[in-house]
């Protein structure tokens, strides 16, 4: 009956002696927990401002699929697709006037010789058209020659007419009478003519300007298809929506007018934006001086500086109750690691703005 009274004494003492280290290693652990955020925060000053941002680039041209000009599709019908036979590297630096991308344009070659020859074949018939008017109002002139003769000699049969029988004078009055209604009669139907030559020929030079606006559109078109760069740069492709994932241009591939291909920027001048939330936007000021650091590069560090703050302020896709305002950081010097559309983390002194 003693044995398991003492071994319950022994086990109570063991307890009471184990009882204070577990106690120790807490504390000694919540000691040093404290002690580094302690030096964190000495590291770290409570006015210290971080963002988060991305680097663009400040000069750039986007290029995009050629729009083609001229008669649209026909009603129902989806716009043309234009195929990609060249495309330009990733990465790739051209300089200004190099190839970028250019479309398969068998069809606006095609559609360019059609409408030329349209067009010269409404020249054959403007031709035409006017030789025959010259024949006709050559008909129509001689014509009229005949009918004033004939008023005329109508005319000199009526001299001496007291000297006729007047049947004869009445007879030859007549006959003057009737060759005057007659030209007169030719005279309104070759004015009439002139006019209907006249709008006949107008018809054909309407379709003549209307065709050659479409011979020019079909050529401007065939143009388009070859894009060159507008200036020397870096090419960076642009992702777009394709098999139910984001994926890059590529060759043989087609695309709708319009739609983004790629982007010529230039490397030598970069810059981050990055948004400000509203409880930070009252410590900040254009001019204060920034440190920028790649999270894709943590051991590259650049200085900068606030160059614009924008005075209206969004809201945020989460809450319409959280507002954040634009805001544009320089950065000093190039670097090959600076391209677009890195991440990039901003810390801003407010005490470091100038004029303080």
């Known amino acids: 009956m003693q044995c398991?009274?003492?071994?319950?004494?022994?086990?109570?003492?063991?307890?009471?002696?184990?009882?204070?280290?577990?106690?120790?290693?807490?504390?000694?652990a919540f000691q040093t927990a404290a002690s580094?955020?302690?030096?964190?925060?000495?590291?770290?000053?409570?006015?210290?401002?971080?963002?988060?941002?991305?680097?663009?680039?400040?000069?750039?041209?986007?290029?995009?699929?050629?729009?083609?000009?001229?008669?649209?599709?026909?009603?129902?019908?989806?716009?043309p697709q234009l195929v990609i036979v060249r495309l330009a590297k990733a990465g790739t630096m051209v300089r200004?006037?190099?190839?970028?991308?250019?479309?398969?344009?068998?069809?606006?070659?095609?559609?360019?010789?059609?409408?030329?020859?349209?067009?010269?074949?409404?020249?054959?018939?403007?031709?035409?058209?006017?030789?025959?008017?010259?024949?006709?109002?050559?008909?129509?002139?001689?014509?009229?020659?005949i009918a004033e003769n004939a008023v005329r000699r109508a005319e000199l049969d009526l001299v001496g007419v007291e000297m006729l029988?007047?049947?004869?004078?009445?007879?030859?009055?007549?006959?003057?009478?009737?060759?005057?209604?007659?030209?007169?009669?030719l005279r309104k139907t070759s004015e009439l003519h002139e006019r209907a030559d006249a709008a006949d020929l107008r018809i054909l030079e309407i379709q003549r300007d209307r065709t050659k606006n479409a011979w020019d559109h079909a050529a401007t078109n065939a143009t388009r298809m070859r894009i060159v760069s507008p200036l020397n740069g870096l090419v960076v492709l642009r992702f777009v929506f394709k098999g139910g994932t984001m994926a890059e241009m590529q060759e043989g591939e087609e695309v709708r007018p319009g739609i983004p291909i790629l982007e010529v920027v230039d490397p030598t001048a970069m810059r981050v934006r990055a948004a400000v939330n509203q409880a930070d936007v009252a410590s900040l000021a254009t001019g204060m001086k920034v440190r920028i650091t790649l999270d894709s590069?943590?051991?590259?560090?650049?200085?900068?500086?606030?160059?614009?703050?924008?005075?209206?302020?969004?809201?945020?896709?989460?809450?319409?109750?959280?507002?954040?305002?634009?805001?544009?950081?320089?950065?000093?010097?190039?670097?090959?690691?600076?391209?677009?559309?890195?991440a990039a983390a901003i810390e801003v002194q407010p005490a470091a703005a100038e004029g303080q």
């Open 4 to 28: 398991p009274r003492m071994l319950a004494v022994i086990a109570l003492a063991a307890l009471a002696i184990a009882s204070p280290v577990v106690e120790f290693s807490k504390a000694a």
């Open 297 to 342: 590069y943590p051991s590259r560090t650049f200085d900068g500086r606030l160059e614009n703050l924008s005075p209206v302020a969004t809201a945020s896709s989460m809450s319409a109750r959280v507002r954040s305002f634009a805001a544009v950081f320089s950065v000093e010097g190039t670097d090959e690691h600076l391209l677009p559309d890195l």
């Open 165 to 185: 029988a007047k049947i004869t004078a009445e007879k030859n009055q007549q006959v003057l009478e009737e060759a005057r209604a007659k030209l007169a009669q």
């Open 36 to 79: 580094t955020n302690a030096d964190a925060k000495t590291a770290s000053p409570d006015n210290t401002i971080r963002l988060h941002g991305l680097v663009e680039p400040i000069r750039s041209r986007l290029v995009t699929a050629p729009r083609i000009t001229g008669s649209g599709p026909a009603a129902g019908m989806p716009a």
């Open 96 to 145: 200004k006037g190099e190839l970028l991308v250019e479309f398969d344009r068998t069809s606006q070659l095609k559609n360019a010789r059609d409408r030329e020859a349209e067009y010269r074949d409404i020249l054959a018939q403007i031709d035409k058209k006017q030789a025959e008017q010259i024949i006709a109002r050559a008909a129509r002139q001689t014509g009229l020659k």
